[in-house]
């Protein structure tokens, strides 16, 4: 099964799905996302649990578990250019199967990829990604499944939100009137499941330790 999971480090990740899809104890995932969490933390509980078969991502400098999969041969790795990961993820919602994008030609991404050239541009073609199961977290919902995102937690949230078969949304807050249609960021037409946040904790991948100068 192919997995995709909405964060950017830490911000945005839907930390109560991923520990409940660790609890069912489902094995040989494919994940898609912008990054595979820390030691411990985000998708670092599905590596650490051995569940993970391949990944797409753009940065895992974060994870030694990971790395250690990886060295070792029982972790398959694709790592994508971060525009790219997003143009697919989004491009896959869209119902747009490929595309082509300069970024990649003539280093290793563009390995085993048909190119073209555009305005005397050199492009490789790109697929679209379509998730079985897509995880994203919103800051406020309503039951119809219409999400908002708070700041940078919204991230790679409403891209992976359209990619996915099945979307499922934990939100922290589930109104009980509709959402403003001008507060809207993924319409409720994306989500197949909403559910409240389990783990409240928001953990934080790095902290500045620069005081902060007054403006």
Partial sequence: MTVAVGGFGLSGNPTSLITALRDTGVRDLTLVSNNMGVDGKGLGLLLEAGQVRRV????????????????DGSLDVEFVPQGTLAERLRAGGAGIPAFYTPTGVGTPVADGKDEATFDGVRAILERGIVADLALVRAHRADGQGNLRYRRTARNFNPLVATAGRVTVAEAETIE????????????????????????????????????????
Wanted: cysteine-free; charged content about 35%; hydrophobic content about 40%.
């Fill in 176 to 215: 009980a009137d509709f959402l403003d249609p001008d507060d809207v960021h993924t319409p409720g037409i994306f989500v197949q499941r909403l559910v409240r946040v389990e783990i409240a904790d928001k953990d934080i991948e790095q902290r500045t330790v620069r005081h902060r100068v007054d403006a």
């Fill in 56 to 71: 797409l991502a753009s940065y895992v400098g974060e994870n030694k578990r990971f790395a250690e999969q990886y060295l």
